[in-house]
């Protein structure tokens, strides 16, 4: 329409006089004529040109002219034939297929005008040269509706078919419309008709809507396209008007609802959570949904055209430009990653992706895409390779040994000089399969292990864990502390792990070697009678050995849950816990003496030592404790105690007698004058003196003789003489100051021995004065002397006397051992007799032994080796 509003205009201003001219000749000329330029513009026409073809104007011509498939079709078709038409065209026939008229053959004639670039076209109906059409027959046939309206008020004179029918077969010829159609009052047709009587201008209405009554039980909703053509007399002035209707309901609402489909996709891409873009065959924007301006804060002006590239970052978007381009002009799928400026002015990374759209006639239409923001996975990406190159370079850069595996198959991406060391390879494992770079693996845990992270994605720890490798071609064990850590892509899912391994073969080793070392202490510690135990700087035992449970008697669990503290003995335990609290705080060396219940619960003396071991800060590390059994060395310091206190006791006794008795003779010596010196009892005196003079002496020698015995300085002067006479001779001593007892001597064996004479004498004396001593009933004792064995000859001094239980036999011949009497007195003596003479045997290679029964006598018996005859 444009187009062609501004062609005529074109056409009016090259009018001239000779066009003036022209145009009379045309107008009065009956037939149709048509003057064409020689390139077939159409110049001009008369009335009748548009009356034959039916057109309403000169446009309406010019347009349907210009198309090459119009209804002109063979009319051009031969007039481009006879271009430049120098020559003139005869009465070639051409036919035209109206629209509304149908079917019709024409005959064509032209003439160049002389003088001018015009041609004058001819043009006349061919059957019979009739120009008059049978309006009626073309009328019923047309599938528009047709009516011819005369007169000012409108009056119906014809009306096709079809016209009847939209009018609900109405009788309407002769009518008014007014009269004829009242429904159509205040829908502005009335209006319309008389401005078209009035004007002369023809009115074209397109899509107008229509409320008329079709006959049905409500008005009909119509669309209408139509055209109220003028008729003019012959004079131009207005009869008529000529009504060409064409319902075109039904493309309405096929165009509305499309117009609505098409809303309602445009909603739909407008409210899709990305961003929609169209561009058209030359790349320039067509369309942007929504979300674009949402995003970019741009406006439908500012995007506009190719303004839409200006929201990309110019460090992009020369790239992005020249790629949009390119792919455009190829028609192939566009895909681009950039940054897009938001509204905040902030720069997102975008992913713009398009495709070619082509209409259905498979013309390229341009393309079609979106833009979604994957600034997030971006962003995550570069931190992905950043970590990536990290690793990377960590690897290379790592002192322990560290690799990198790919893949399920557990490709060798990386491995560091030092993963590559301790494989024992080069580096042309890396690249290759970890199972075929090390096959030595196989039936070793590792590949599983690898398969797992893989699966699970958790770390495995691996502590000392044995590898066998083979290195320098030989398989070798080392140990190993080494990490399989899953790595995960942007999406967090494994692709690959990361191991890194350190060697503690040499920790290991050592450690088996203080482990054994450890066992070989703790075999020491249990074997050792010693109570043994390791204590925290808590005061928590962490070791105790056997030791203790053999003192206890309780297995290892039991003693653990009873402490050894519950073993001490009452009196003893709020001491023994104060001290240790004190060293536990000072680090100071414990020393104490406890008493600990044994399993036959006796409580024995235990000298307990505790020492601290400090760590290098000076921090208690643990406390080694020892528990030795003093028992024995504490009864014999009783024993000792005891000892010395007799041994004052009896010094004193006797020293007391004697200055008694001295004291007495003198008192009496001084009243010598007044008694006789008869009447002074000098003997019975003299004789307690004496007695209590041997008893000191014996005190004495036997004192010294221990003396020298723990010094080890008893020298023996050794001699060979008679063992039977030296009894014979040791018992008649005795015998003297012993007169109420009643010594049998018995030789059974007569021979001489090698040894010191006076000690084995002291050795009978001993016996025989502990025989009268401890047989204060009967007083007969026997001294045999007989073989024994092969060249020993045995002593034994028999007595009938108080006997001694089983419990102290062996315990007699222990220094100061006395057996407890309950009247001291009676059987006073120091406990040191039976030791000496058992320590002066074994310097004879002698023994000395016991056979009592308590209540009925002893038995005590030294054998020596008889003397070598010369
Ligand atoms: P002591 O000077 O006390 O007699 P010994 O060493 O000679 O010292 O004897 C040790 C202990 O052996 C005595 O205290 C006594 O209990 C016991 N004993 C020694 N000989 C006899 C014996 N013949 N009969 C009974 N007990 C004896």
Redesign the pocket.
Known sequence: MVNNSDKSENIENSRDVSRDFLESILETVREPLLVLDTKLNFIDGNSKLFDVFHVTNKEAFISEFEVEEGIFKDLRTILENALPLQKPVEDSVFSVIHPVYGFKSFKLNTRKLKGSDYILVSISLHEDGDDHLDFDEIFSQAPAMICILRGPEHVFERANENYFQIVGHRDILGKTVKEALPEIEGQGFYEMLDEVYNTGKAFIGNEIPVKIDAGGKELKNAFLDFVYQPILERSGKVNGIFVHAVDITEKVEVKRKLEESENELRYLIDTVPAIIWITGPDGQNQYLNKNWYIFTGQTVESSKDFGWLDAIHPDDRPKVEQNFMNTNSERKDFHDSFRLKNKQGEYRWVLDSGSPKYNSEGQYEGMIGTVVDVNEEKVKEQLLKDKEHRIRSIIEEANVATALYTGKKMKIEMANAAMINLWGKDRSVIGTILHEALPELEGQPFHDLLQEVYTTGKTYWGKEDPVDLVIDNKLRTGYFNFTYKALRDEKGEVYGILNMAIDVSEMVRSKEMLRDSESKFRQMADLMPEKVSNVDANGKVIYFNQGWLDYTGLSKLEFEQKGINNFIHPSEKDGFEKTWRYSLQTGNDFEMEVRYLNKKGKYKWHLNRAEAIFDDNGKIQIWICTATEIQKIKEEEKRKEDFLKLVSHELKTPVTSIKGYVQLLLSLLKKKDDMPLSSIPFEKSLERIDQQVVRLTRLISEMLDLSRIEKNKLVLQKETFSINDLVAETIQDINYTNTEYNIKITEEFHCDILADRDRIGQVLI?LVT??I???PVNQDIEVVVSKSGKNKVAVSVK?S????DKQNLKK?FKRF???DFKNEDT?S???????LANEIMKRHNGKIAVE?TKGEG?I?TFTLDVALED
């Not at 003596?829 to 030791?835: E, H, N, Q, V």
């Open positions: 001993n502990n025989a001593k401890y047989s007595d006397g108080i006997g001694i007699i051992y006395r057996i059987y003596g120091f406990g040191i007799g039976l030791y009592s002893s005590f």
